[in-house]
């Protein structure tokens, strides 16, 4: 069973703190993707990562880095938290094997509030 | 840019009742079609796929969605809801010239009365 775990369920921060979220999946998957969820918007993609030391952009990178140094870990950075930045953020993973349809796996989520 | 619209954002139905939600999509390449479903309180998980082979898919918990290519569209289905399938659907695609990403829509909120 595939299992992506998250350092925090909730998260409460001070505006112009640094954040860190960390994201552990353990199937060996090369691709992991940060999002967050906001109600009435879906998931929005925030960075994503095919390998170790690569990082793409996504949808909304803005005020966001991400840090991939193990395979395993994937790590999404705030570097100045602000109040626009509160939100439920999940972490997913999937296979590059195109047999497994890209599928992804998500974690539990963290919810975190600026203040 | 490729995207994936779900037409309802809530919907409320009773115990019983039909269920179908729908889901379209503006690729007209290959794409793998996906519906997630978020129950209160716990994580994302897959509810049914597709991506070749006949376009009615089952799923889990008696869910199934059809595939209409002509219509991109991918609506998801049940017969009979009941109240434990009050929880948050997401229809995602996977489109093969974006590299690894599911593009994923804005969610229906389900909302089942006993």
């Known amino acids: 069973d595939v299992k992506v775990t998250q350092s925090s369920r909730y998260l409460v921060k001070r505006t112009g703190e640094k954040v860190f979220l960390e994201c552990v999946q353990d199937m060996d998957h090369e691709n992991m993707f940060w999002y967050r969820q906001d109600p009435g918007l879906g998931l929005r993609l925030i960075y994503f990562s095919y390998d170790v030391k690569m990082k793409e952009k996504g949808d909304i990178p803005e005020g966001y880095s991400v840090s991939r140094e193990k395979k395993e870990r994937f790590s999404l950075i705030l570097e100045s938290a602000s109040t626009n930045q509160t939100s439920m953020y999940l972490c997913?993973?999937?296979?590059?094997?195109?047999?497994?349809?890209?599928?992804?796996?998500f974690g539990p989520g963290t919810r975190l509030t600026v203040t | 840019a490729q995207s994936v619209s779900q037409h309802n954002h809530h919907v409320i139905l009773s115990e019983a009742a039909s269920l179908e939600l729908g889901c379209n999509y503006s690729?007209?390449?290959?794409?793998?079609l996906f519906w997630y479903v978020q129950y209160p309180g716990q994580h994302l998980q897959l509810l049914l796929k597709y991506f070749s082979g006949d376009p009615l898919v089952k799923g889990i918990k008696g869910f199934e969605a059809e595939f209409i290519k002509s219509k991109f569209s991918f609506n998801l289905r049940k017969p009979s809801v009941q109240w434990s399938d009050t929880a948050e659907y997401f229809c995602a695609v996977f489109v093969y010239n974006q590299g690894g990403k599911l593009i994923f829509g804005q969610g229906t909120e389900l909302s089942v009365k006993p």
């Open positions: 690729y007209g390449g290959t794409v793998n």
């Open positions: 997913a993973s999937s296979s590059q094997d195109p047999g497994n349809l890209y599928e992804q796996y």
